[in-house]
């Protein structure tokens, strides 16, 4: 049965800190539960309407706590403009720093728009780059627009949090690539398998401090009028770049 | 001075249908006011605090009628989270359909989110491309939420609302890039300079009765286990294929 007192959890969660405070966070509609179903994470409850529940239980593991709501009650719970079918309360686990990079790692520095970090995290995983490290002032990949916004690709791409400017030192080996005014044109460049992409804030850009960290500038040739292209249309075109370079 | 009928008339124009009979649309902030400013869009009235207009008064041509409001006022006619210091209300001018079509045309296939249909202006703008064909059931490019992410781009770029298949038919001679399952590797192409780019809906992909026009079946080739990528992100990898090609 639903309680108010799950009522006010769940709605909680749409704020940072509850979801830190209880390690919890809300994933929503059929697509991406379906995701999460099928990954490792641990879900502690799943909202359902019964509809959902005849079709799916199959999906569904036995020790998963499931709650049958109506439309009514979805709407209570659910952060989406339209309620869904389905709603689940999922752990948050620690995601530990990678040792061994192998691959691309994306570092997102200061990505605060939640729906620009669910497409970066959408696009990293199309591309099969799973990691993300991410600056410890972006947006928290728990935010429900971020987990919107990824389709469910969040399952399958670690996002870290942490100083970026420490990750790169630690691993000096690895050609970092920034783009910049004056970098080499990504036409041009074929970019290493083993590597990092450091995508800057959607109005700043990189920050000053990590720009020296950079060790090969990139540039998306410009023909137009636009002074700038978007945080994560400009990832996705680097990222596009690498999957040319090593495919 | 600032009527209540003034402030009725800016706020009714976030809708569709009052822009429509007015043939008037808002645009706000600095940086997309000044691009407006910048360009042959006809501002009909400026709504400035005092301290924006000393400092932007020569980027004003005369006959455009100034008017001053407080920060409350333009709480009162903005519709951003945060008020910005300068808003317009502009002219729709009718924009014919192109009929030489040299170089490259993007064709909107119902382009639904006012997110991505700004950010595909935005793309468009930075690549150089200059004329966009939208099916009329994609979002209005005078929403304000599109006019925001274009981030001042639709200056620069004329869009046209028609059916689609039409269009194509009338310029038979051009060939059609499509994105669909089965289509040639992007990393395996190099589009023609004279073109179209067709991009479908956010969820349902391309249209059915636009398939068969698809000259040139093209993929993004992917790697991972994200089902697809956003609508924005697969035009702006398309287009920056079109740009490595004839660069």
Same mark, same amino acid.
């Given at each position: 049965?639903?309680?108010?007192?799950?009522?006010?959890?769940?709605?909680?969660?749409?704020?940072?800190?509850?979801r830190?405070?209880?390690?919890?966070?809300?994933?929503?509609?059929?697509?991406?539960?379906?995701?999460?179903?099928?990954?490792?994470i641990?879900?502690?409850t799943?909202?359902?309407?019964s509809?959902?529940?005849?079709?799916?239980?199959?999906?569904?593991?036995?020790?998963?706590?499931?709650?049958?709501?109506?439309e009514?009650?979805?709407?209570?719970?659910?952060?989406?403009?339209?309620?869904?079918?389905?709603?689940?309360?999922?752990?948050?686990?620690?995601?530990?720093?990678?040792?061994?990079?192998?691959?691309?790692?994306?570092?997102?520095?200061?990505?605060?728009?939640p729906?620009?970090?669910?497409?970066?995290?959408?696009?990293?995983?199309?591309?099969?780059?799973?990691?993300? #490290?991410?600056? !410890?002032?972006?947006?928290?990949?728990? &935010? /429900?627009?971020? @987990?919107?916004a990824?389709? =469910?690709s969040?399952?399958?791409?670690?996002?870290?949090?942490?100083?970026?400017?420490?990750?790169?030192?630690?691993?000096?080996?690895?050609?970092?690539?920034?783009?910049?005014?004056?970098?080499?044109s990504?036409?041009?460049?074929?970019?290493?398998?083993?590597?990092?992409?450091?995508?800057?804030?959607?109005?700043?850009? #990189?920050?000053? !401090?990590?720009?020296?960290?950079?060790? &090969? /500038?990139?540039c @998306?040739?410009?023909?137009? =009028?636009?002074?700038?292209?978007?945080?994560?249309?400009?990832?996705?075109?680097?990222?596009?770049?690498?999957?040319?370079?090593?495919?």
């Amino acid at each position: 049965m639903l309680t108010k007192s799950t009522i006010k959890l769940v709605q909680s969660l749409q704020d940072k800190k509850h979801r830190k405070e209880q390690s919890l966070f809300v994933a929503e509609g059929e697509k991406i539960v379906s995701e999460v179903l099928a990954s490792k994470i641990k879900v502690k409850t799943l909202f359902a309407t019964s509809l959902w529940l005849q079709n799916n239980a199959i999906n569904v593991h036995k020790t998963i706590e499931c709650i049958v709501v109506d439309e009514k009650q979805m709407k209570q719970l659910s952060a989406q403009p339209s309620p869904p079918q389905v709603l689940v309360v999922c752990m948050i686990e620690q995601v530990e720093l990678p040792l061994n990079i192998k691959g691309t790692t994306l570092l997102l520095d200061t990505i605060q728009d939640p729906g620009n970090m669910g497409t970066i995290i959408r696009i990293a995983d199309w591309y099969g780059i799973t990691r993300i #490290i991410c600056s !410890e002032n972006s947006a928290d990949v728990y &935010n /429900p627009k971020v @987990i919107q916004a990824s389709m =469910g690709s969040f399952t399958r791409v670690a996002l870290c949090y942490t100083r970026i400017s420490d990750f790169i030192k630690r691993h000096a080996a690895i050609p970092v690539y920034g783009a910049m005014l004056q970098g080499k044109s990504l036409y041009d460049v074929s970019l290493k398998p083993d590597c990092m992409i450091l995508i800057g804030n959607e109005g700043n850009g #990189i920050s000053k !401090e990590l720009i020296p960290l950079i060790t &090969n /500038p990139i540039c @998306i040739p410009k023909r137009g =009028g636009a002074e700038s292209l978007n945080a994560a249309i400009a990832a996705a075109i680097i990222c596009d770049t690498w999957a040319r370079s090593v495919s």
